[in-house]
């Protein structure tokens, strides 16, 4: 569960990544560019929820799954302090457990930075 502790932040048109036990930042092939603190203070990180998907890819916040039956938004609900299924179709959000993606047919299809026609969630 190491992996709840990355993140990653859409910045300059692209994905950046950078965990708490890490103060560099770095791109997805895993080269380092730069300090966390030299980045803008106000950006918006997405965690880790800690679970992979069926291809085994690690889902984060923003991240857009495939069911067999619908599209599904990963959100934070700060309220309940937990990661959140929020489904397309009935507008429902379902608190994530390891058991719904182990039991599940997830995919990770795409995210809200660069597939948001994937989904309309107004």
Not at 26 to 50: H, R, S, V
Not at 101 to 111: A, M, Q, R, S, W
Request: aromatic fraction near 14%; charge should be negative; proline fraction near 2%.
């Amino acid at each position: 569960m190491n992996d709840r502790f990355k993140f990653r932040v859409w910045f300059d048109g692209r994905f950046i990544y950078k965990s708490l036990c890490d103060s560099n930042v770095y791109t997805e092939d895993n080269k380092c560019i730069c300090l966390a603190n030299t980045l803008p203070a106000d950006l918006p990180w997405e965690q880790c929820t800690g679970l992979k998907d069926k291809t085994g890819r690690l889902i984060y916040v923003g991240d857009i799954l495939q069911d067999c039956e619908q599209k599904i938004k990963v959100v934070f609900d700060e309220e309940r302090h937990c990661f959140m299924f929020e489904y397309q179709h009935t507008r429902a959000y379902k608190p994530i457990s390891c058991l719904d993606v182990l039991d599940g047919d997830f995919e990770i299809i795409g995210n809200i930075h660069t597939d948001k026609k994937l989904l309309d969630f107004s």
